[in-house]
């Protein structure tokens, strides 16, 4: 069988403030393979495509809004158990919370903002991984 890809994005804060080195080196460091890589504006057509799951949630629009502030690296990783273990790395959603040792736990924080701005995005099973790479890699 194939090696399991996900689509991982540094959000715009995680550009913003510098970090992407960081949380390549962190996801290189565990022995994922880089296999794309691109910088990009999402704009908000992707964007309500990549969060339909979440449409209608408080957290939606600004979420959307936060999204669209800036530059985001798209990844596409490849590995076996990438998705889990990606998300293993990643920490839990809310950055305050996120375990120490993860990159949300490390290096993200609430700023008392309406959205969690939590650095990173990771797939979060095998059929969301082929629509998300289907939609930032075509
Ligand atoms: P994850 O990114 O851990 O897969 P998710 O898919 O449930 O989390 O939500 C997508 C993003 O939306 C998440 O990274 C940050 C934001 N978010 C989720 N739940 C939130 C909440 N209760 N309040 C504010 N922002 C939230
Ligand atoms: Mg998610």
């Given at each position: 069988t194939a090696v399991e890809e996900t689509l991982v994005l540094i959000k715009p804060d995680g550009v913003a403030r510098s970090l992407t080195g960081e949380i390549l080196r962190r996801i290189?460091?565990?022995?994922?393979?880089?296999?794309?890589?691109?910088?990009?504006q999402a704009d908000r057509d992707l964007l309500a495509q990549h969060y339909a799951e979440h449409e209608g949630k408080p957290f939606y629009e600004p979420l959307v809004e936060f999204m669209e502030s800036g530059p985001i690296v798209a990844i596409r990783l490849a590995g076996n158990r990438v998705i889990e273990g990606f998300r293993s790395l990643a920490g839990a959603t809310d950055p305050t919370t996120a375990a120490p040792g993860t990159i949300r736990g490390d290096l993200a924080r609430d700023w008392g903002l309406k959205v969690q701005q939590n650095l990173v995005h990771g797939s979060d099973s095998p059929e969301s991984a082929q629509r998300e790479l289907a939609l930032w890699f075509g």
């Amino acid at each position: 069988t194939a090696v399991e890809e996900t689509l991982v994005l540094i959000k715009p804060d995680g550009v913003a403030r510098s970090l992407t080195g960081e949380i390549l080196r962190r996801i290189e460091a565990k022995g994922y393979s880089l296999v794309d890589l691109r910088m990009l504006q999402a704009d908000r057509d992707l964007l309500a495509q990549h969060y339909a799951e979440h449409e209608g949630k408080p957290f939606y629009e600004p979420l959307v809004e936060f999204m669209e502030s800036g530059p985001i690296v798209a990844i596409r990783l490849a590995g076996n158990r990438v998705i889990e273990g990606f998300r293993s790395l990643a920490g839990a959603t809310d950055p305050t919370t996120a375990a120490p040792g993860t990159i949300r736990g490390d290096l993200a924080r609430d700023w008392g903002l309406k959205v969690q701005q939590n650095l990173v995005h990771g797939s979060d099973s095998p059929e969301s991984a082929q629509r998300e790479l289907a939609l930032w890699f075509g």
